[in-house]
């Protein structure tokens, strides 16, 4: 059975800082995509940042220099550095996997930049 289990969130003021990370359970880990999305209220859901099998990275324009993605193969586990929060920031978090055609989600965590 495949999970991705996200953590981290939380609440934080305005330029404050948060690391979410993204437990996967069910896959060949080091071979899958991984990506982290986001959905704010009464908006779609969007690409934040991805990280490739081979350590590729790339970032919505709205959190570069912002946010970092990064992947630990040996702990299964993904990350995202999330640096100088701001209100516009807030949103459900969720990680995302992908090999070929195979993909899978994990339930989000939310994350509430507010003073």
């Known amino acids: 059975q495949v999970q991705l289990v996200e953590s981290g969130g939380g609440l934080v003021h305005p330029g404050g800082s948060l690391r979410l990370s993204c437990a996967a359970s069910?896959?060949?880990?080091?071979?899958?995509?991984m990506n982290w999305y986001r959905q704010a209220p009464g908006k779609q859901r969007e690409l934040v940042a991805g990280?490739?099998?081979?350590?590729?990275?790339n970032y919505a324009d709205s959190v570069k220099g912002r946010f970092t993605i990064s992947r630990d193969n040996a702990k299964n586990t993904g990350y995202l550095q999330m640096n100088s929060l701001k209100p516009e920031d807030t949103a459900v978090y969720y990680c995302?996997?992908?090999?070929?055609?195979?993909?899978?989600w994990g339930r989000g965590t939310l994350v509430t930049v507010t003073s």
């Open positions: 995302n996997t992908r090999f070929i055609r195979e993909e899978h």
């Open positions: 069910g896959i060949i880990f080091s071979i899958n995509a």
């Open positions: 990280i490739t099998s081979g350590g590729n990275t």
